[in-house]
């Protein structure tokens, strides 16, 4: 990366830090190359929490329901 740019973002505030790092996430496409595979740790995670969500959908809140709390903490 480029060290003047990586200087001038790390000029951002925290909250618009989480939002770029938020928006850059959401930009890599599902299959993106590059991007590193789940690590097992990661994909049995994954797998105890669908498990989880199948047994009671009512417990877990949507992805817009908590980026919406994480935005208004760090806002």
Do not use: C, H
Not at 8 to 22: D, F, G, I, K, S
Not at 33 to 40: A, H
């Amino acid at each position: 990366m480029n060290k003047a740019l990586l200087q001038e973002l790390l000029q951002l505030t925290p909250a618009e830090r989480v939002e770029l790092a938020l928006d850059l996430w959401e930009s890599i496409p599902p299959g993106a190359e590059g991007v590193p595979p789940l690590s097992d740790d990661q994909k049995a995670e994954l797998e105890r929490r669908l498990v989880a969500y199948q047994r009671d959908p009512t417990r877990g809140s949507s992805w817009e329901k908590v980026r919406a709390r994480l935005e208004a903490r760090f806002r």
